[in-house]
T-cell receptor
Framework: NAGVTQTPKFQVLKTGQSMTLQCAQDMNHNSMYWYRQDPGMGLRLIYYSASEGTTDKGEVPNGYNVSRLNKREFSLRLESAAPSQTSVYFC???????????FGSGTRLTVV | SQQGEEDPQALSIQEGENATMNCSYKTSINNLQWYRQNSGRGLVHLILIRSNEREKHSGRLRVTLDTSKKSSSLLITASRAADTASYFCATVRSNDYKLSFGAGTTVTVRA
């Protein structure tokens, strides 16, 4: 099915470990986003990429890095995981000012 | 801080009643969007209203936008149990097109 594919679905990390969350979309969208969702906080924007070759910080970028590998793929990296990064992470894509084409199914990350 | 803030945080209504939730935001926007999230799932786009529009309808959904007050409302008419979900407003800012979400309103529709 067309849409946003996000991997992995679940991950448990030890404090200090690193990992990369992968996201790919096949809707030819220019913009891609990474959000985290914590209970009672809604979705908070970590990083976004308005178009291929550009990335910008969102509301909560500290502790994360991103790579817009090409138009389809946008990865999120945690270099040294901390318990405060325990959350559900969503990737999404859209045209520049239109609605989200789709959200990925989410990655539930636990840092112990 | 988040761009959009929803009110109320939670809403419980009887099936068949209408549900109204509000969203306030801080900066100039290009458009405002509403999303639904069922428990444990991703977000589903419901409706988009542009900054030069005042009202839009989609099925049982009615959205209004007042840019002078920097606020929007979502009305769900004749609610059903299947409408039980969290609803989020999201704004696309005029200057950088960043899409930012509010904290959401949790709606429970009782049968």
């Amino acid at each position: 099915n067309a849409g946003v594919t996000q991997t992995p679905k679940f991950q448990v990390l030890k404090t200090g470990q690193s990992m990369t969350l992968q996201c790919a979309q096949d809707m030819n969208h220019n913009s891609m986003y990474w959000y985290r969702q914590d209970p009672g906080m809604g979705l908070r924007l970590i990083y976004y990429s308005a178009s291929e070759g550009t990335t910008d910080k969102g509301e909560v970028p500290n502790g994360y890095n991103v790579s817009r590998l090409n138009k389809r793929e946008f990865s999120l990296r945690l270099e040294s995981a901390a318990p405060s990064q325990t959350s559900v992470y969503f990737c999404a894509s859209s045209r520049l000012t239109g609605p989200m084409g789709a959200f990925g199914s989410g990655t539930r990350l636990t840092v112990v | 801080s988040q761009q959009g803030e929803e009110d109320p945080q939670a809403l419980s209504i009887q099936e068949g009643e209408n549900a109204t939730m509000n969203c306030s935001y801080k900066t100039s926007i290009n458009n405002l969007q509403w999303y639904r999230q069922n428990s444990g799932r991703g977000l589903v786009h419901l409706i988009l209203i542009r900054s030069n529009e005042r009202e839009k309808h989609s099925g049982r959904l009615r959205v209004t936008l007042d840019t002078s007050k920097k606020s929007s409302s979502l009305l769900i008419t004749a609610s059903r149990a299947a409408d039980t979900a969290s609803y989020f407003c999201a704004t696309v800012r005029s200057n950088d097109y960043k899409l930012s979400f509010g904290a959401g309103t949790t709606v429970t529709v009782r049968a």
